[in-house]
């Protein structure tokens, strides 16, 4: 399953590419991308609701203050 969310406040474009890699790396996740320019996240899991709040921990540590539109 593959979905698009919507971020808020995401600084930069190295943070980007850092949370990008990140998730990568989660088990169950197949696939990642992280735009700074358009301020958005693809997530690509065989079960997307079990992968996020993984994912939502990643982004954290990452950019504390940026926001996933759930």
């Not at 919507?6 to 088990?27: G, Q, R, V, Y």
Request: glycine content about 2%.
């Amino acid at each position: 399953m593959k979905k698009t969310f919507k971020l808020i406040d995401l600084d930069c474009a190295n943070c980007a590419a850092k949370m990008e890699n990140a998730i990568k790396k989660l088990p169950g996740v197949t696939g990642a991308s992280v735009s700074f320019m358009a301020q958005k996240m693809t997530i690509e899991a065989d079960d997307l609701e079990a992968v996020m709040p993984e994912v939502v921990k990643c982004c954290r540590k990452v950019e504390p203050d940026c926001q996933i539109v759930l």
